[in-house]
């Protein structure tokens, strides 16, 4: 009987030994580790969509482009109301009218957002008569680095008057 109670007690030593160790262990266990993404693999929230005013194309939901559908020009000068870059962007904008036949009669320099050109004063001369497919083409550029982004070509009618 004396083995047999030895070895019980061996156990129970043992298996106090064990339950003492993992309440140890488990009161300085240190809390494993979060992991955090590094910042390039952070993706930001889309900004919410703002619904366009009517003569605005917006492009990729960020860049508002004045829409319009005809032009005329009178004694070479473009009134030009409406063309220019909306104060709601956050870039530059220049503007250039292409003629159907590829030839650009206008280029504008760089406008800031909220600045918008009055009139157009064509470089080239153009007979009198309605132009159709002339192209407004947008350029967009970073404010901070000018490097390209996305534009537009609008498509127009211009009437020259005589």
Do not use: W
């Amino acid at each position: 009987m004396s083995v047999i109670t030895l070895a019980i007690c061996m156990v129970a030593f043992a298996l106090s030994a064990v339950a003492i160790g993992y309440s140890y262990g488990a009161a300085n266990a240190q809390p494993a580790p979060i992991p955090v993404a590094p910042v390039n693999q952070v993706t930001r929230t889309p900004e919410p969509e703002v619904e366009p005013e009517p003569e605005e194309i917006l492009i990729d939901g960020y860049i508002a482009i004045p829409g319009f559908e005809r032009l005329t020009a009178d004694k070479g000068v473009i009134n030009s109301s409406g063309i220019g870059n909306p104060a709601k962007n956050d870039c530059y904008i220049i503007v250039s009218i292409i003629m159907p036949d590829g030839q650009e009669v206008y280029h504008s320099g760089i406008l800031a957002p909220g600045q918008m050109l009055d009139t157009i004063t064509l470089g080239f001369h153009l007979d009198p008569g309605i132009y159709d497919e002339v192209i407004a083409r947008y350029s967009c550029y970073a404010i901070d680095t000018m490097q390209p982004l996305n534009g537009a070509d609008i498509n127009f009618t211009l009437e020259v008057l005589p």
